[in-house]
Structure formats: structure tokens, C-alpha cells
């Protein structure tokens, strides 16, 4: 096994590689490769790699690019995403990109894909509707019309016909992607001490710019690291951090969280790579329908998806008992309209149920985290000094 600071450094370098250098030269090695960006939370990452490509995730330039022209295409009172990664593409990170994809997250990312579509961006870009009806015969076909249309764009392009086999075999690679995650998840859960959430954050995200076989390796070996008794036990409480599901957090202010006191042992910071709950069935005639059937029945809680038969309130909840965290951490960029909206509804029930929490906001390219870090080491010395009062998490079935 390689060493694992090795590792983490190389998941490092791919996870903020603004010039997707991995992908590009995955492309170069076929003719009939293509790379397809897409913007978070979630994506079937399964359709593109079934059709000989390869979905690359694009989160912005984080604070590792300065933004200039993007400032000209967004006004100031929305996050900070969509300028970012507009200033990456007009300064041609994106170049040999085939194709976007902006699912439905909120209205700035729908705003996002007309400014790639007038510019004339990659050979499609489409705006992915996702169902918010969770009735399989309604929101199920739906979704499965949406994934042909990117399909038909595609072999357009390379000319690939997307066969039950192939996507069944793009379905079993994806499954074992999610399996070796939660694995590891688990084992964090138990023992956080053992990988650092800021290295950990590394390998995950590198996993969403390069192709799923190599990312699955990686996980293979970091699930041997993390099986054995390495670290130490520091003196910090567990937490779960919930709103960073698009926007994403320097890796600075990961950092000072678990600096303040705190073991993050679980997330939503790469949402995408974990939206699925369980395996797809990879053995079905109709693959389009059984990666419906998981996204309408086996999906985590997300701020851009509305269900009101399921309340995410005692959806997040349940996480906290399954975890056996001591509090939550409501992280939201700043005017993210989704994250923002949930908050009020997340606090009231959290102080109904007893579960401590606190919030604050951030933007991706912010550097300044003295204030952050008091709070949350405020936060964590609170739940310390108080850890023996009783705290009912009631959970909804």
C-alpha cells in the first residue's frame, strides 16, 4: 500500500487542480472520450461514464483564483459560486470540455447555464430538472426523460449507443464507490481521530475529477489505513456539519472547525458523491429506471429538493443519533437561498428536540477565520462542560 500521506497529498493536488489536467489527458488517450462538467449538488454520474465519458465535478475556484470578470456577470447580493466559475471559464479552465450540466439547485445556478449556453460554452449545456414528485410513475419517468436527453447529447458527439450493459456496469463501479465512502465514513464515525476531516475532504473531492476506477483504488487503500489503530484521541466532541451542499468552504475553515475542539463525522460537503443511500440496482433491464427508483426512494435530505412527506428536520436528526454526535454546525454561503430558508426551520426543531447546534456563514474564498474558530470552540466547550444533561432526539420513521 502506498503511503498515505502520499495519497493525500496527490488527492490534494487533483482536488484543486483548476485546469483538470487528470481529465484532460484521460480524454487525449481515446478520440471518442468526452468530459462532461457539472455543477453540484448531485448528478447520475453512471450516464455519462456508461456513455464513454467522464463527468467531472466543477465547484469553483475556491479562494486559489481571484475573481475579476466574474463580478461583471452577477450582481453583489448572490453567493459566491456562480462568479467563480464563470471567471474559470472566460479564462479557459474549462477548454476540451464537451459538455455542462446544471441541475436544478436554485435559481442563480438556472441563470448559470443561460450565460454558458449564450457564450456558446462545450458542444451542449443543459439544465437538468430533477423530480419533486416522488411518485415513481410522475417525478420516476420524469427524471428518466431528463437522463436520455443528456444521453442523445453525448452521441451526438461520439457517436456511443448507451446499452443496459453498459450502464449496468457503470451502475456496479458507482455502488462500490458509495460503498468504500460509507465504509470509511463509518469508521470515522467511531474513530474520527484516525483521518483528519481536511484529508479526508481531499480524497473525496479528487474522486469527483477523475475516473471512478482510479478514485476506487484510492478508497480501497485509505480503508485499509483507516481499519487500523492509527492517530490519536484528542479531546474534541462529534458534530454533524449541514449547508455547505453547493458552495464550498475553504479547506482553511474545515481546518479551524476541527482546530476549535471538534471531530466532523458527517456532512454534506460533497453531497453528489453521497446523494444515494445504498446500492442501484445494477442487475435491471431498465437501468434509467432503477437510478430513478434510488434517486425518489433512497435519497439524503437536500435543501433544493422538496419533500414534504419526509421532513429533512427529522431526516438531519436522525443522522446525529446514527452518528453519536454531540451538536450540529449550520454552515451556509452566504446568500445561498436554499441553505438559508432551511436554517430557521433545522433551529426551531433541533430546539424542540434538544439538540445543540450553532450557525454561521462563509464564503469560498474567505481567509479569515478567527471569529469562526471562537465560536465553534465556544460551542465545543459548552457541550463539554454540560455532556451529562440528558438530550432527547426524537426521529421520525
Not at 18 to 27: N, P, S, Y
Not at 254 to 266: K, L, P, T
Request: glycine share 6%; aromatic share 12%; net charge negative.
Amino acid at each position: 500500500m502506498r503511503n498515505i500521506n502520499n495519497i493525500i497529498s496527490r488527492c490534494e493536488e487533483l482536488a484543486f487542480d483548476l485546469d483538470f489536467t487528470r481529465a484532460k489527458e484521460w480524454k487525449n488517450e481515446d478520440k471518442s472520450r468526452v468530459i462532461v462538467g457539472y455543477m453540484p449538488i448531485y448528478f447520475p454520474r453512471e450516464i455519462i461514464h456508461a456513455a464513454g465519458g467522464l463527468p467531472v465535478a466543477i465547484f469553483g475556484g475556491g479562494d486559489r483564483k481571484q475573481i475579476i470578470k466574474g463580478d461583471a456577470y452577477y450582481q453583489s447580493y448572490i453567493c459566491h459560486i456562480p462568479r467563480s466559475i464563470i471567471d474559470m471559464a472566460l479564462d479557459k479552465h474549462f477548454d476540451n470540455f464537451d459538455g455542462f450540466i446544471f441541475p436544478s439547485i436554485c435559481d442563480v445556478l438556472r441563470n448559470l447555464s443561460g450565460i454558458f449556453r449564450t457564450k456558446g460554452f462545450g458542444k451542449f449545456v443543459k439544465y437538468m430538472d430533477f423530480p419533486q414528485n416522488f411518485l415513481p410513475e410522475v417525478g420516476g419517468v420524469f427524471y428518466q426523460d431528463e437522463m436520455r436527453h443528456v444521453l442523445h447529447y453525448i452521441k451526438e458527439i461520439n457517436g456511443i449507443k448507451v446499452t443496459p450493459e453498459r450502464l449496468n456496469h457503470s451502475i456496479g463501479l458507482y455502488n462500490k464507490n458509495r460503498r468504500l465512502i460509507e465504509f470509511i465514513y463509518d469508521i470515522r464515525e467511531k474513530y474520527p481521530w484516525r483521518l483528519s476531516m481536511k484529508d479526508w475532504y481531499h480524497i473525496l473531492r479528487a474522486g469527483t475529477v477523475i475516473p471512478v476506477e482510479e478514485h476506487n483504488e484510492i478508497l480501497e487503500e485509505v480503508a485499509e489505513y483507516v481499519k487500523g489503530d492509527v492517530g490519536q484521541r484528542q479531546d474534541k466532541v462529534k458534530v454533524v456539519l449541514s449547508g455547505a451542499f453547493c458552495e464550498q468552504p475553504s479547506v482553511g475553515l474545515i481546518r479551524s472547525v476541527e482546530d476549535a475542539g471538534c471531530y466532523i463525522v458527517d456532512d454534506d460537503l460533497q453531497l453528489g458523491s453521497r446523494m444515494v443511500i445504498g446500492d442501484i440496482d445494477a442487475t435491471s433491464e431498465e437501468p434509467l429506471a432503477a437510478i430513478a427508483h434510488a434517486y425518489i426512494f433512497q435519497s439524503r435530505y437536500s435543501s433544493s429538493i422538496y419533500d414534504v412527506d419526509n421532513p429533512k428536520e427529522y431526516r438531519l436528526a436522525k443522522i446525529v443519533e446514527e452518528r453519536n454526535a454531540d451538536g450540529v454546525i449550520f454552515a451556509s454561503a452566504s446568500f445561498c437561498d436554499p441553505s438559508l430558508l432551511d436554517a430557521p426551520i433545522f433551529q426551531n426543531a433541533f430546539d424542540r428536540m434538544g439538540i445543540r447546534y450553532i450557525a454561521f456563514q462563509f464564503s469560498e474564498n474567505i481567509n479569515q477565520f478567527k471569529v469562526i474558530k471562537e465560536q465553534v470552540g465556544a460551542f465545543s466547550d459548552s457541550i463539554k462542560l454540560w455532556e451529562d444533561e440528558p438530550s432527547s432526539i426524537p426521529v421520525a420513521e
